[in-house]
C-alpha cells in the first residue's frame, strides 16, 4: 500500500519528532501508571477511572501510529522558495482580493502543518491549489461557498 507525501517544513518535521518522542517517552508512562492506579483499586469492571485510562491509552497509541506514519512518508519541503518565482510548498505568497486594497500574506505548506489564522495555507485548500505554478502579476479565480473569488499574486517570496 503506498502512502502519500506528507509534505512538511523542517521545523513542522522536528515539531512531530518533539511530539513523538514525548508520547512515548512520557505520555506513555503517565497513562500506563493510570490504569495500574485504578487497577489497584479493585474491581474494573465499574471503575469509571479505569475506564478514562484505557480510552487514553486507546487514544494515545493512535496519536503515536499516526505521527510514526507521517513520519515514514515525510518529504521535507524547500522553505527558500522556487528560484523561478513560481510559487511552490514552502513560498510565501502576497496577494490581492481583486476589487480591494487588503493583501493578505500566505505560506504554502503540506496539510499536517495548516494553520489558516496564522497565514499557513494546505497546498491542497482551493486557494493553495489555485495558487502553485503562479507568478506575480497573474491572477487566480477560487471557488468558495460564497461564489468565486478572483486573487492577484503581488509577490511570490
Do not use: C, W
Not at 10 to 30: H, I, S
Not at 97 to 118: A, F, H, K, Q, R
Request: hydrophobic fraction near 35%; glycine fraction near 10%; charged fraction near 30%.
Amino acid at each position: 500500500m503506498t502512502q502519500e507525501p506528507v509534505y512538511l517544513t523542517r521545523d513542522g518535521l522536528e515539531k512531530l519528532k518533539a511530539e513523538l518522542d514525548y508520547l512515548k517517552n512520557v505520555r506513555r508512562k503517565e497513562v500506563a501508571r493510570q490504569i495500574a492506579e485504578a487497577k489497584a483499586e479493585g474491581d474494573i469492571s465499574e471503575n469509571a477511572g479505569y475506564d478514562e485510562a484505557k480510552n487514553a491509552q486507546a487514544f494515545l497509541e493512535g496519536r503515536i501510529r499516526e505521527l510514526e506514519a507521517q513520519l515514514r512518508n515525510a518529504q521535507v519541503i524547500d522553505e527558500n522558495g522556487s528560484s523561478d518565482g513560481s510559487v511552490q510548498l514552502g513560498s510565501t505568497v502576497v496577494v490581492r482580493e481583486v476589487g480591494t486594497d487588503l493583501e493578505e500574506t500566505y505560506v504554502i505548506v503540506g496539510s499536517v502543518e495548516v494553520d489558516p489564522m496564522n497565514g499557513r495555507i494546505s497546498n491542497v485548500s482551493p486557494l493553495g491549489k489555485a495558487l502553485l505554478g503562479r507568478r506575480a502579476g497573474e491572477r487566480v479565480t477560487v471557488e468558495t461557498p460564497g461564489g468565486e473569488i478572483e486573487f492577484e499574486v503581488l509577490r511570490v517570496e
